[in-house]
């Protein structure tokens, strides 16, 4: 932050959020890209820039070459593995002894979010160093993942990647506890998202239906800004460590 508009933008923020009682957080996948990661729509280097989507990443194409599908995650998950978390992973997980009342409700499957130390977290799109049976959706916990092919369930079925693929719905317990979560608090903070994907996009509108306030926190705007109570422009390893510590100065 260079500007007097920016440095404003923040100190209002911070006195936005430091009243609240019942926080919610929401990430997507700017948060990774600050840790390296690439994602699924930033051209030139998309990770979908060179397959089919519905081919990579659907119920469908699992079936049809299960082992096109597990080659592909195997790669990504040694690419992901090579990552860490950034200063802003570690300040949202500082948040949580902050509040009465906190969740972080992210759409990445990376689990830098737990390598930062959070706990309070739903992954609303799975995580991609978890298993489970293709057809009886069971955990599959002694899975290794880096063979050629995808291993079987000790049901006999094929082992997928536990992340949500296109056409599926999200597990009921993580979005029954989301809605929770967004229908009682008091504030959300909205961090790298480009506010696009469902149900996490309607997040916000949600919890400034009934009265909670939205802060922002993107390098660019999105369809969240005209309803957010500050919208603060920037990266979240820059912004969110100066955030915190301003919020837990007031609160103290």
Same mark, same amino acid.
């Given at each position: 932050?260079?500007?007097?508009?920016?440095?404003?933008?923040?100190?209002?923020?911070?006195?936005?959020?430091?009243?609240?009682?019942?926080?919610?957080?929401?990430?997507?996948?700017?948060?990774?890209?600050?840790?390296?990661?690439?994602?699924?729509?930033?051209?030139?280097?998309?990770?979908?820039?060179? +397959?089919?989507?519905?081919?990579?990443?659907?119920?469908?194409?699992?079936?049809?070459?299960?082992?096109?599908?597990?080659?592909? +995650?195997?790669?990504?998950?040694?690419?992901?593995?090579?990552?860490?978390?950034?200063?802003?992973?570690?300040?949202?997980?500082?948040?949580?002894?902050? +509040?009465?009342?906190?969740?972080?409700?992210?759409?990445?499957?990376?689990?830098?979010?737990?390598?930062?130390?959070?706990?309070?977290?739903?992954?609303?799109?799975?995580?991609?160093?978890? +298993?489970?049976?293709?057809?009886?959706?069971?955990?599959?916990?002694?899975?290794?993942?880096?063979?050629?092919?995808?291993?079987?369930?000790?049901?006999?079925?094929?082992?997928?990647?536990?992340?949500?693929?296109?056409?599926?719905?999200?597990?009921?317990?993580?979005?029954?506890?989301?809605?929770?979560?967004?229908?009682?608090?008091?504030?959300?903070?909205?961090?790298?998202?480009?506010?696009?994907?469902?149900?996490?996009?309607?997040?916000?509108?949600?919890? =400034?239906?009934?009265?909670?306030?939205?802060?922002?926190?993107?390098?660019?705007?999105?369809?969240?800004?005209?309803?957010?109570?500050?919208?603060?422009?920037?990266?979240?390893?820059?912004?969110?460590?100066?955030?915190?510590?301003?919020? =837990?100065?007031?609160?103290?």
């Amino acid at each position: 932050m260079t500007s007097s508009s920016e440095r404003f933008a923040l100190e209002h923020a911070i006195h936005v959020l430091s009243p609240a009682r019942k926080v919610v957080v929401t990430t997507g996948a700017g948060m990774s890209k600050e840790s390296g990661i690439a994602t699924f729509r930033d051209a030139p280097n998309a990770l979908w820039a060179n +397959y089919n989507p519905e081919e990579l990443a659907s119920p469908v194409g699992f079936r049809n070459n299960p082992t096109r599908v597990w080659k592909w +995650y195997r790669d990504r998950r040694r690419m992901i593995a090579a990552a860490r978390p950034h200063a802003g992973h570690f300040a949202i997980a500082r948040m949580e002894e902050l +509040y009465d009342e906190f969740l972080l409700i992210t759409q990445n499957i990376d689990n830098l979010h737990h390598a930062a130390g959070s706990r309070n977290l739903v992954e609303l799109h799975g995580n991609i160093f978890r +298993y489970r049976c293709f057809e009886r959706n069971h955990p599959a916990p002694d899975v290794t993942g880096d063979s050629d092919v995808p291993p079987r369930c000790a049901c006999g079925a094929l082992i997928r990647p536990d992340v949500v693929w296109f056409g599926e719905m999200i597990d009921e317990t993580d979005l029954d506890r989301s809605f929770s979560a967004i229908a009682e608090c008091d504030a959300v903070l909205v961090v790298g998202t480009s506010a696009l994907v469902h149900p996490a996009a309607g997040f916000p509108a949600m919890a =400034r239906g009934h009265g909670a306030s939205v802060v922002e926190i993107n390098p660019d705007r999105t369809p969240i800004t005209p309803i957010a109570d500050v919208f603060v422009s920037g990266r979240a390893g820059e912004l969110l460590p100066p955030l915190i510590d301003g919020i =837990r100065a007031e609160r103290a």
